[in-house]
Structures are given as C-alpha cells and as structure tokens.
C-alpha cells in the first residue's frame, strides 16, 4: 500500500508517497480500508517543525492522525461484527495511508447509516476541537463570544456549536464570506481586512473569544479595548494578553469517545451540518495543504484514498 511520509520539515517539499508493506492485523487489531484524512493544521505545521513539542513523531514519518473508511480484516480475537463496519477513528501512528491498522483504541466509532464517510472525516480536528475549547471554556449562559477562523474546519463547526446553546456569536471572517456565515449561525460579522476597532465598537461587548486561527496580531487587535475578555486558543500555546485583567488559556486536550458518538448523532439528526472545502486525491496533498493555507476557504479539505462511502 501507499501512505504519505514527512520526509524532514521542508513542509510540503518533504512531502513523498511511499510504498510500505501491508500486514495482516494482530490479535486484537483490525484492518481499514482507508475512504478519506482530513488534511489539518496539525499536519502542515508539523511538517514544518513547529510543533516538536506538541507532535511527538520526528520525520520520517506517516502524516495526519484522524481517518474513515470500512473494516476489511479484524485480528482474531476481535469481534467479527466489525467487518464490513463504515468506521471514524484514529491512527497515533499515522492515518494517511491506504490500510490503516488499528489496535484495540477507544477512538474507533461505527458511522450511523446516514452519514456520509466525507462528512465523518470533518469531525476530526474539525468539531471535535470545537467541542473541546467549549467545554474548557465553561461558556456561561448568555455570554457573547468572538470566533476567529469562522469559515475553517473548527470554526464552522464552532458557530453551529455555540448556537445550539442559544449564544451571541460574532464571528471574524472575510468581507465575501460574511453572507455566508450569518446563514450559517453566526449573529454580527466583522470583516478582518477592515478597521476592526470600528466594527468592534458596532457589536455587542464579546464576554469570550474562541481562536480557531491563530494569528497573535489579530488576537491583539480584538482584545484590546476589553480588559475583561476571556480568550481561548487552540494554536497559541505562547500568546501574551495585553492586559493583566485578561485571562489567557490555552487548549490542545482531546474530546472523551462519548463526545464522538454525540458529534456522529448530530451529523445524523442533521443538527451539525458538515462543511466540506474540497476533495482531492490523497497523491496530491502537497497542494491540498498549500490550498488549505489560502485565507477565504470555507470548511475543511479532505483526501480521498478509496471510492468508500
């Protein structure tokens, strides 16, 4: 089979498809036809050494960690019940590869019967942060948060999050996308190539700031003018608040399996609606990540291993 190994940290320059041998599972291990990886943050940023103290892999190595697809082999002593099961799960060892074999983890969910594979995919660094900064965050009721990275994989999951709690949301994105945004929850738009102190001035007081981007200029420009905001980062481990009255945290931990089966319920219940950029070949992922990097995106991109779904 075929996996995508990061050669060194050149980024996508170390990019390489290798052929790499295919083994039966062991006893208590299964194997997965692999449908689709969600081509994340993670994945680029580790490719470029940004994340060695995050990412405990060192190159060479195979690249992304979340993947769906469907149990063609299980070892013998798991359940034959799995067999022919369209799965979500994750690979510590690496997802972006053709196979992926997977021991006895409880990061393996069955997918419901109306839920597509691609639309699994999404929940991986996509909802799954979503759900993780909001529970860490402890959002009182009615509170008012400013999202940032609205249109991206966690961000449009995000705004549908935060609406469901019925919260004032603001959301961060392009002056093209604010249309789009607001059809999707959020309640004011601010465009961020404009003069954000304005538009900030126009809007209800943010009590929270989710950061779904990243980027520390834009951190500080929003917070600013508010000495009491609550700010949370999924990407800024080192960020500094520029008041002393603002609290700063930062987050990273995993959701529990059983905040899986509820984001997969809501997929099939149609409460949480996937957002899907593009579908490439999983053979051109040095330019579904350089795409990925391109501002103005909605929704999270995914490579495509298998015709499963």
Known sequence: MQAIIQQNYHGTAGLQLTNVPTTPPGPISLNVKTAYTPVLPWDW????GELQSLNN???????S???????TAVGPLRSTNWLNQRVLGVNPRGSAREINQVPRLPYLFKVPDPVSLAAATTLIGGADAAMAVMRAAKLPDHATV?????TGGVGTALIQLLKQQQLT??????AANQAWIHDLGSDYEL??????????????????LLDAVGQPALLTTLTQNFPNIDIWSLSLPHWQPTRPTQRFHFT???IMPSGYQQLLQMLADDTLKPIIREIDDFAQVAQAQQNAQQHGGRGRILLRYSAEN
């Open 57 to 63: 892999q060192r190159p060479p190595y195979v690249i």
């Open 191 to 208: 465009d961020y190539q404009a003069d954000l102190t304005a538009q900030l001035a126009q809007v209800p007081t943010p009590s929270h």
């Open 169 to 174: 949301v603001i959301a961060v994105t392009s």
């Open 65 to 71: 960690y979340g993947f769906t697809g469907v149990v």
């Open 45 to 48: 940023r580790s490719g470029l």
């Open 146 to 150: 400013l999202v940032t990275g609205a």
């Open 252 to 254: 990273n931990r995993p």
